[in-house]
């Protein structure tokens, strides 16, 4: 069979995959492949080979795609041929034949060069973002698949699809990470220009060209960016002034089809002192939620941390380390990094009682147990018979307002929260709001003993809950 009717089943399976999983996740692993060959092994078996950018893009491709491709291929030749990846920045067919002398071979050489455009010179690091905060080194689950399929696709056409994006979730759950992971990717590929900083950066840059009275300074610095990334935006909440410019800046950006990317630590509808106009431009875009990583995305991330910085650990220890810390990321490194200095200043293979002994203030930390405010409204909720927004909300029926005293009075002793954190997680409720129902339930439980045994059991359900994520 000519080596024709192998690339037009592999640009037929292409077509039929667009299809199938949709554009966002089809320009996010496939539009960088790139027929190059059929080949036929030694046991007879014909194969596909196609190119691919990178380690990270065909190890993604091979765990989450190649059942997929290979039925499609059989489905549309009639035939079982396998499907292989290398390598590949560009697809490199040879000549149709060999030159006939020196002279003609020459010929061939000199158009070669003159055609040939000179390699692009490799960007040098860009100032702002981290050279580690790559998609080669973020982890992705289930917890962030969704993520990172968008911020590939972005990758892929800046300006063109999820714009603007924006992440949210809890503290070390790599909002940051894969924020940059965006910017590194379109800098090192594109002349596109890349401007990353933190919400701080963006308000002191404001507030210093107000003083100088210079506002064109800042809005050309930020308006001519081809990609913008602010992270926290959180921090913006009652500062009216850098709102106003950061709507402007915006919509300035977004129609001149430039990339918007923003983080953000809880949903944006859940921003107090936001204007709803800028909330109403997030909706426009695409809205991401980074959830706790589950067990087992937990000893994915400690092996690929711990083969990043050359060492290995026993299974039995990375296993002991993903039950333990369920929190977020950020402490999952951490405490590898502790352990890998620990087995280098003592000279220590680590092993499961080592690990044990010397992480044991850490495993028994609170938010160990992945507690989180949104579990405890959560569970305590469905202990009831309600929902989060019953509690979060503001009906003041008898068996709402306790649940929701009661949730308060929870988070308040297991996560040590002050009474304007907890309003804040309450729907916006004011400190005292919340000092008054703590004090209602301490009341109770001095007055009815049977309480005390609803509250524990209430407890025993949260730490179940986080348990099983």
Known sequence: MADLDYEGFWNEALVQLRNDLGEEEFCGWFSDMKYLRHKVSNANENSIVVGIPSIFHRDKVNSRYLNVITSKIKEISGQAIAFEMEISSKTVKKPASQPENQEQSEQINTKTTEKTPKPKEKRSQHSQMRDD??????????????????????????????????????????????????????????????ICVSSERFLNDYIECIGQNKMNTFRNKYRQADVLLIDDIQFFT????????????????????KQLVFTCDRPIEDLKKFEDRLISRFGLGVKADLQPPRYEERCAILKSVAQARGVTFQDDVIDLMGKNIASNVRDLVSALVNLIAYAELMNKTITVEIAQKHLKNIFSAPRQANLTMDNIIRVTAEYFGLTPNDLKGKK???????????????????????????GQDFGGRDHTTVMHSIDKIKGKLITDPSLESTLEGIKRAIKDFGAKY
């Open 238 to 257: 009652d500062k009216p002034g850098v709102q106003e410019e950061l709507f402007h800046t915006f919509n300035a950006l977004l129609d001149a089809k």
């Open 396 to 422: 003041r029926s008898q068996n709402i307002v306790f649940a929701r005293q009661l949730a308060m009075y929870i988070g308040r002793e297991m996560m040590d929260y002050s009474t304007t954190m907890l």
């Open 133 to 194: 905060y790559t998609f080669e080194r973020f982890v992705i689950g289930e917890n962030n698949n969704y993520a990172a399929n968008a911020a590939l696709a972005i990758c892929k056409n800046p300006g063109k699809v999820c714009n603007p994006f924006l992440i949210y979730g809890g503290v070390g759950l790599g909002k940051t990470h894969l924020m940059q992971a965006i910017g590194n990717s379109i800098h090192e590929n594109s002349d596109n220009h890349v």
